[in-house]
């Protein structure tokens, strides 16, 4: 299976920014949906952003005009990109990878911190 990897987690302070990467280290399947789900302390995980291979997005609403999803076919890697970064943003973000067939995979997740 294509194991995604995330990177660029970490700690900033309110309004900050942060960009997050997820790469699949190898594409055994066409990948069709790539995106970011976040997960805070006791709560469910939650969809942040999602990109098909042919760049349709799709944000939750409370991430529309602060956070950018992008993404690089031939590298297999999406990005995210967070700006007015809220205490409320805080979580462990997961990147997720699903193939035109329905199989999906999970990377192991990447801490955001967002405190002064």
């Known amino acids: 299976q294509v194991q995604p990897v995330e990177s660029g987690g970490g700690l900033v302070q309110p309004g900050g920014s942060l960009r997050l990467s997820c790469t699949a280290s190898r594409s055994i399947f066409s990948i069709n949906t790539m995106g970011w789900y976040r997960q805070a302390p006791g709560k469910q995980r939650d969809l942040v952003a999602t990109?098909?291979?042919?760049?349709?997005?799709n944000y939750a609403d409370s991430v529309k005009g602060r956070f950018t999803i992008s993404r690089e076919n031939a590298k297999n890697t999406v990005y995210l990109e967070m700006s007015s970064l809220k205490p409320e943003d805080t979580a462990v973000y997961y990147c997720?990878?699903?193939?035109?067939?329905?199989?999906?995979?999970w990377g192991q997740g990447t801490q955001v911190t967002v405190s002064s």
């Open positions: 997720r990878c699903t193939s035109s067939s329905g199989v999906t995979v």
């Open positions: 990109m098909t291979r042919d760049g349709t997005t």
